[in-house]
């Protein structure tokens, strides 16, 4: 699926998805049709590593259950090297080849589809489509004790089945679906359907609830179309269910990334408990990978692996094989172009994080300034590595220590998940570099502490990528303003959108919660816009629902500052997406200042000022990478006062901690 959608065109992937299409129209409506198409380009621009089924030897292991030597099996990419979550992992048995458990994570997409359908001895069931997945799932059923009838259109495939004990039946040569599952069952209806069929045809679905029994059970592990006739379900109650995967903590980010566990009690089959039971079977002779391999590929031969998936219909289990020497492959770094010489007083920079944001945003932009680009790291490799060819570093990583390290880097870009920017930045000022950080600069007060600390040590430049202060909008409003003695009142609202409860940046460990991560740039604006310290904050949030999992991300926030002005800022996670995003309003003297997500700015009863429109939404990343540039390369005050820096990042914090303890 991902190999064909991603040589796809454009066309072709909106057809795909028209779920993100509407979501790419309500971005044109509110910033822009150049913005909304770069935000596409550079989605569909994030590499995906492919694979999630191998066989390897634990180097390195920090997990409980494992220790280095150990073979295991692990849904990690294809790839030498893979680094895989506790859970997600499984110690193969001595009598189990390589090749053979190599196989164990698809089968247990099967298994996990089998769970659900609850066979008993002696039962029969049909297994409709029998591709790699479906003949496993006949090998598993048989091996419970069940009678099984295999359907698909392909002989060759049919005729495997049957080695496995299955009887078979081919709508391609003529044979009645519906009618072979009532011959099957003895005119009985069959007690239930497994569908692992990849089509668009809704006719897999409705010929399994035409052939079973009442009560039947009907699940689907692969993907067809599910335009379904109520009768055909509601005169038999059938019970109908898709299965997720390979198991219960698939897509739950505390059992997948942070190893815990389900309890057995409660939850009998988990993702990793589901490995375990195929590999024993693997070991009892119960299941027989062998006649499934259709072919070999050497690893460095891929490319020709993903065309055989694509293109030859009868290719099954594809094996790619690590015929060559491990050890030159166990490297942190590579070399992507000769290692720049930059001129004296350049600024060169390591980039620690290479997703989304950065190779959108800031690296285009750091590229623009003149910066010579040296490393980026990433965890995994993958990100480095294609994001840092195409934009010109001379080296990817995956060793962040190296890389702040590196005598030959003298300013660090951390553009990382939130709980480590403060690490990071204190690490990087403590070796000696020139800093920018994305926002936010900490989680708490005491790793706030931390960082000051460390820059009052290194006497270097630190940034917070606070870049709505330099959108060029945003610096007409500041010298508008200029004129005005009198106190202002600000009003800004940010229409954030709703991000899932159980996404990292809600989480208050990893990621902050939304008031850190994003309300930040808007505290971070209106101290700007004020040009005076703040000194009183006042919060409130929604009150505790159960029509929300998440409050906090619907706040509003107010600011007093020394010269007498204020400021509501109302961050809200409940607007509409075709809402604009964003909205800025000033209040002074007499007059008003309305600027319009980035776009449109507006003067009135403003003298000399009425309007500023933009082509294109600017909101201020290029020219606030060019000030820090500027400001490594000809020294000199920081573009944004540290003083500043650290009052916004404590008024964050403070009014984080205000929200979360609103009764």
């Known amino acids: 699926m991902l190999v064909d959608f991603g040589r796809s065109g454009l066309v072709a992937k909106a057809r795909s998805q028209p779920e993100k299409v509407r979501q790419v129209l ?20 994030q590499p995906i590593p492919l694979g999630y089924c191998n066989v390897g030897v634990v180097r390195d292991a920090r997990a409980e259950g494992f220790k280095v030597g150990d073979r295991v099996v692990s849904n990690g990419p ?32 099967g298994l996990q589809g089998i769970r659900l359908a609850q066979p008993t001895l002696g039962e029969a069931f049909v297994v409709t489509g029998v591709g790699l997945i479906g003949l496993l799932t006949v090998q598993m059923l048989r091996a419970q004790g069940c009678r099984v009838l295999a359907i698909d259109f392909d002989a060759d495939k049919l005729e495997l089945a049957r080695s496995f004990g299955a009887e078979t039946c081919n709508p391609g040569a003529g044979e009645d679906p519906v009618a072979a599952g009532t011959a099957f ?20 679905i409705t010929q399994a609830a035409r052939m079973c029994r009442k009560r039947g059970r ?56 589901n490995f375990e039971a195929v590999l024993d079977m693997l070991a009892a002779g119960a299941l027989d990978v062998a006649p499934l391999i259709s072919h070999r590929v050497p690893f460095d031969e891929a490319p020709r692996a993903y065309q055989l998936l694509s293109t030859d219909k009868a290719a099954l289990g594809i094996l790619l094989t690590y015929g060559h020497a491990t050890e030159p492959r166990h490297v942190r770094s590579v070399a992507l172009t000769d290692t720049p010489v930059a001129a004296s007083g350049k600024a060169v920079v390591g980039f620690v994080g290479a997703g989304n944001y950065a190779s959108r945003m800031l690296i285009p932009a750091f590229k623009a ?51 480590s920017h403060a690490r990071l930045t204190a690490q990087a000022l403590r070796a000696g570099k020139h800093v920018f950080v994305e926002k936010p600069l900490a989680l708490t007060h005491e790793e706030l502490e931390d960082v000051k600390a460390a820059h009052a040590e290194s006497g270097k430049h630190l940034m917070v990528g606070f870049n709505r202060r330099f959108a060029p909008q945003v610096q007409k409003m500041k010298r508008l303003l200029g004129a005005v003695t009198a106190p202002k009142s600000f ?63 619907k706040a509003s926030i107010t600011l007093g500052f020394e010269d007498g002005s204020f400021g509501t800022i109302h961050y809200l996670a409940n607007g509409g997406a075709s809402f604009a995003k964003e909205r800025v309003e000033v209040f002074a003297a007499g007059r008003t200042l309305q600027l319009d997500n980035f776009l449109k700015l507006r003067g009135f009863n403003w003298p000399g000022f009425k309007k500023q429109s ?6 201020g990343q290029t020219p606030c990478a060019a000030a820090f540039v500027t400001a490594v390369e000809a020294g000199g005050t920081a573009p944004i006062p540290a003083t500043d820096l650290f009052e916004v990042a404590k008024v964050t914090i403070d009014v984080a901690e205000i929200l979360r303890a609103q009764t």
């Open 369 to 419: 300034s003149g910066a010579t680009l040296h490393s980026i790291a990433s965890a995994g490799g993958t990100n480095a590595v294609v994001h840092g060819r195409r934009t010109g570093f001379a080296q990817a990583t995956s060793d962040t220590d190296g890389l702040i390290a590196n005598p030959e880097i003298n300013a660090v870009a951390i553009v990382t998940r939130h709980n």
């Open 78 to 109: 294809h790839a030498d090297v893979v680094s895989v979550p506790r859970n997600l992992c499984a110690t193969i048995p001595d009598s189990v080849s390589d090749e053979a458990a190599s196989f164990t994570v698809v089968a247990s997409i």
């Open 614 to 619: 933009l082509w294109r939404q600017d909101k």
């Open 218 to 273: 009907i699940v689907l592990v692969g993907v067809t179309g599910l335009e379904l006739n109520r009768a055909d379900f509601y005169e038999k109650e059938l019970s109908f269910q898709v299965s997720c995967s390979y198991g219960p903590g698939r897509y739950d980010p505390a059992y997948e990334e942070g190893g815990q566990d389900y309890p057995l009690g409660f939850v009998r089959w988990t993702e990793q408990r």
């Open 185 to 204: 069952s003895r005119g009985q209806g069959v007690d239930g359907v497994i569908v692992t069929a990849s089509t668009k045809s809704s006719d897999p």
């Open 26 to 45: 309500d971005k044109v409506a509110t910033d822009g049709v150049t913005t909304a198409v770069d935000a596409v380009r550079s989605k569909l621009g």
């Open 491 to 553: 009003v800004m609202v940010m229409n954030a959108g709703t991000i899932p409860a159980d996404h990292w940046t809600q989480d208050p460990a990893t990621g902050g919660g939304r008031i850190i991560g994003e309300a930040c740039h808007y505290i971070d604006l209106m101290r700007f816009l004020a040009g005076a310290p703040i000194i009183s904050v006042q919060a409130r949030r929604m009150g505790d629902t159960d029509a929300e999992a998440v409050t906090e991300d």
